[in-house]
């Protein structure tokens, strides 16, 4: 699944499991650095406005790009 899901056509768990195999953990940190890219959080907390249908995918995404 490359594209997001978007809000209106999708459920919570559906983008729930786009970004968990968009963004997953590899337990890992020192090699990964999704953890520093979302500011200490996992993706899941980061995307919690778009997986609960409040924004969508590429404002959230905007958030972290900004810096």
């Given at each position: 699944m490359l594209i997001a899901p978007d809000l209106a056509d999708s459920?919570?768990?559906e983008r729930r499991?786009?970004?968990q195999a968009r963004?997953?953990?590899i337990?890992?940190?020192d090699m990964c650095g999704l953890c520093k890219v979302f500011r200490g959080m996992d993706a899941e907390h980061a995307f919690a406005d778009?997986?609960?249908g409040k924004r969508s995918y590429t404002d959230v995404s905007a958030?972290?790009?900004r810096r």
């Amino acid at each position: 699944m490359l594209i997001a899901p978007d809000l209106a056509d999708s459920t919570a768990e559906e983008r729930r499991a786009f970004i968990q195999a968009r963004y997953p953990c590899i337990a890992d940190c020192d090699m990964c650095g999704l953890c520093k890219v979302f500011r200490g959080m996992d993706a899941e907390h980061a995307f919690a406005d778009y997986i609960n249908g409040k924004r969508s995918y590429t404002d959230v995404s905007a958030d972290y790009r900004r810096r």
